[in-house]
């Protein structure tokens, strides 16, 4: 046992922290409280053991597969389909856009939308959520100014009967690494 919390402490994880991350990798639902368990999750985001979509890093799954006294390594549950949708409407605010639609279309109309974009598009789960989250964060800036909502952004039907997806585009922006804010910041401190 002291091993187990001298290797935490080395790592600068709290035992909640570990057991949230280890719920995450393996998909089962954790037995701490919601208040708890939210706040354990923002820590491991911050600490860049998760990422925004609350997947696992390779941060953390080393730290998993080193855990003292385990043998063998951590195998992180596959994504499926209706967890990666429901992550992906929950990245929509809540309510209506400025148009009046609704950010968040009915889950059942997503499926179908996805069905239709994996079938013309190749791009994993891990990509269409950062790249949904990126998207979402553009138009955040501007209160959601001409944003599409959750249906259209997948794919939306042109006049001429041919589809466009908004969400290839910016799961290019992502592959191509455009997301990343190079741009140089100059700080002063000030006493």
Known sequence: MKELFEYLALKEISPNALYALWCVATKTKSA???????TELRVLVNDDLLDSTY??????????NN????TGSITVAQEDTEDAVT?????????????????RVNKKNIEEAFKWFHKNYTYDW???LRATWYYIETYEKANYMYMKNSQYFIRK?????????????YCEIIIN???????????DKVV
């Open 32 to 38: 701490l409280k919601n208040n708890v368990i939210h």
């Open 55 to 64: 997947t696992i890093t390779a941060k953390g799954m080393a730290i998993l």
């Open 67 to 70: 855990i003292p006294g385990i």
């Open 87 to 103: 992550k992906f409407l929950n990245i929509f605010p809540k309510g209506k856009l400025p148009s009046g639609k609704a950010a």
């Open 126 to 128: 891990d990509t269409i």
């Open 157 to 169: 039907q042109n006049t001429d009967k041919s589809w466009d997806s908004e969400l290839a585009n």
């Open 177 to 187: 690494g455009e997301d990343e804010d190079t741009s140089t910041h100059f700080t």
